[in-house]
């Protein structure tokens, strides 16, 4: 018998709008304590949509979050990330005109964050050392690569407990995309929780833990990443490779 | 030799007179870049400040320069309120309705400055009013120097409070992204109110120091709102040595167009130095 796993994140049958259009129907899903979890679908499966509502940028019409035993459901973005989630947006979204220093130290703006905040950016910058090489460009006159790592980064300077990473390989070279799961795993040992949202399947299920795929607004099939490798003639269905 | 030297006057007063411009368009600026509206209302918040200024002087004499002390956190509180209130739902929904809001506030505040102190003008008048500097030649009248100093002070601790305080970091990443900004943890409305708080204390600020350079009347935050547009757009948005170096090409071309061309020159000069900023650099001399 395994040991029951400590449930970290969990979405209980939530129903998400905007405005009047339904996005997500009836979604659920668990994130236990040092998995890595991965939310895989085509564009425009909710994927987006879905982490919005974690995050609090949406709240779902009905339904509810859990974050621990703390609903979140109807929490402001700000407060969420003071609870331990953080996210790395789609797209990087550094702030362009902030040096790479001013960038991950921003990362450390919720208050537990900012007692750790010196000893967690020794640790981004042992996991990146270019960034310390580079800390004082303006972010905007970097490479894609180093754009995530400073993304990745600024998500591990809020000292989250669960990061929540979108799309982190988009537009990347796989070279830099395996360097970048390479750093994951390490941040995983190092004790935090990872939720991934990506549209690179193959890859992204020989990385993660469990999966849920994602189809037009719906959960699909879920289970152990592996397994659902082995499924590939169905994921085939669905994302047509 | 003979111009050269009458012309270190205009140049030396222009340049000092710039700093207070700087400090006028320092608020706009601010709101402007996080916020997103054109506060059409900070001219006359400037004014506001001078006229409260004039009012504490003459009823319990105290030195504006000093009032300082109370007006700078004063006005700070009262510009987290108007945000807080009057600007913050309007904000979230769009920048016009914000406009219009800002436009209320204004004529509030010259119907009101009306009621209370007649459409006439009036100074800051103190001891030092009419103290000046020779410097060589010329005479420099000591609030042209108390200008330019204020100026320097507000920019630097400004820029050392966005460049080293987790609020100021918070109010230059959500002037940049707003979004990703709240998924740092920042509470963007809070930012907001910061922002615009800090604005209004720029507000008194300038408002003092202007109210002992020129006489003002209700309706004078008029000018000095197109004035701060136009340094605004000389020195670029958003960059705040833009708005320093346009504030003093402002002052400059005030000074030095009146010196060429008589009284009439005192706005045309830098309001043609702005066209043509705009024509060859439409994003400002420091713009992005």
Known sequence: MEMTPEVMLQVKNINVYYDKLGVLWDISLDVNKGEIVAIVGSNGAGKSTLLKSISGVLHPKEGSILFGDQDITNMDP???VGLGISQVPEGRQLFPDMTVYENLHIGSYNKNARLHAEENLAKVYKLFPILEERKKQLAKTLSGGQQQMVAVGRGLMANPKLMIIDEMSLGLSPLIVSELFHVLHEIKTQGI???????NVCQTLDEADRAYVLETGHIVMSGNANELMDEEEVINAYFGE | MELLNDLISPIVLGTLLGGLYVVVALGLSLV???????????????IFGSYVAYAVASAWGIDPILWLLIGIPLFFFLGVLIEKYLLARAVSKSADAALIIAFGIALIIQNAAQIFWSPQSRSLLTDYSFNSFQVGDIYIPLVYILNFFAALIVMLVVRQFLKKTYMGQA????SQNKGTAELMGINSKQVYQIAFGIAMAMAAIAGVFYGLTFPFNPVSGNALLII?????ILGGLGSMAGTFIGGIIFGLSQTLGGYFFGPTGQLLVPFLMVLVVLTIRPQGLFGR
């Open chain 2, 228 to 232: 701060a547009f136009g340094v605004v």
């Open chain 1, 78 to 80: 700000y407060k969420i």
């Open chain 2, 32 to 46: 402007f870049g996080v916020l997103k509206v054109i506060n059409v209302a900070h001219g006359t918040l400037v």
């Open chain 1, 193 to 199: 929780t990872i939720l991934l949202v990506e549209q």
């Open chain 2, 171 to 174: 109010i230059t990443a959500a």
